[in-house]
């Protein structure tokens, strides 16, 4: 596909483990991110992963890389309430001379008790 | 500053009119780019600066859309004539340089409804 998919909602409840799916699109992608939108905020960034790599685990935070597939997870760890937002996978695609960071639509998280 | 500011926050205008958004970048940041978020969307590139050099504005909507930016610091982007699919969370990013590995932060937006 041309765009960053995401799945658009994940309801989890409190306390079990959230996994947010991605597809992004360029093989070469070099770095791929995942940044977080609470209620009226901007994006801020999560973490990222370096596409040499297959795995980055950062306390409740997991991320797969699968090259091959181009697929990207986040795995959050014991989901609390105040991880409920929106989540954003983006990779930095070449567009003419620019390296531009490009973005799915955002996958909901619900957190429910 | 210590993180990217924008102005106005929110905005409510009549149809026809103009309107323009401030981003004020992290100091130091060369790189800065403009988003739109439409509600339930994602975000939509917009345009984009680094240094000096000419911007990127291959993701501008239409003649309607433009954006300037003095040097490396504060950007406006200006949209003439706005129509109510105008509506939506302009965003304004900054990186310390272009490219990938280079982290953007972004501001909180500006929340534009054209009426």
């Known amino acids: 596909g041309e765009d960053v998919e995401q799945s658009l909602f994940l309801s989890v409840r409190e306390g079990d483990s959230s996994v947010i799916n991605c597809t992004y699109t360029?093989?070469?992608?070099?770095?791929l991110y995942w940044y977080k939108q609470e209620p009226g905020a901007g994006l801020q960034l999560l973490t990222y992963?370096?596409?040499?790599?297959d795995m980055k685990q950062d306390q409740r935070l997991t991320v797969l890389l699968n090259k091959k597939d181009k697929h990207l997870s986040l795995r959050i760890a014991d989901t609390q309430t105040g991880d409920s937002a929106i989540y954003f996978c983006?990779?930095?695609?070449?567009?003419?001379?620019?390296?531009?960071?490009?973005f799915g639509r955002g996958t909901s998280l619900i957190v429910h008790p | 500053g210590a993180g990217v500011s924008q102005s106005p926050s929110n905005k409510v205008t009549e149809k026809g009119k103009d309107v323009e958004l401030r981003c004020d970048p992290i100091?130091?940041?060369?790189?800065l780019y403009w988003y739109r978020q439409r509600l339930g969307q994602g975000l939509e590139f917009l345009i984009y600066?680094?240094?000096?050099?000419?911007?990127?504005k291959s993701g501008l909507p239409s003649d309607r859309f433009s954006a300037e930016r003095t040097g490396e610091s504060v950007s406006t982007l200006t949209i003439q004539r706005t129509q109510q699919e105008d509506s939506a969370v302009y965003l304004c990013?900054?990186?310390?340089?272009?490219?990938?590995?280079?982290?953007?932060?972004f501001g909180e937006g500006s929340w534009l409804t054209v009426v």
């Open positions: 990013a900054s990186s310390l340089v272009e490219g990938f590995g280079n982290t953007i932060y």
């Open positions: 360029d093989s070469s992608s070099t770095y």
């Open positions: 992963i370096f596409s040499n790599m």
């Open positions: 983006a990779e930095t695609l070449r567009a003419g001379g620019s390296y531009i960071p490009t």
């Open positions: 100091s130091g940041h060369t790189a």
């Open positions: 600066f680094q240094g000096n050099s000419a911007p990127d």
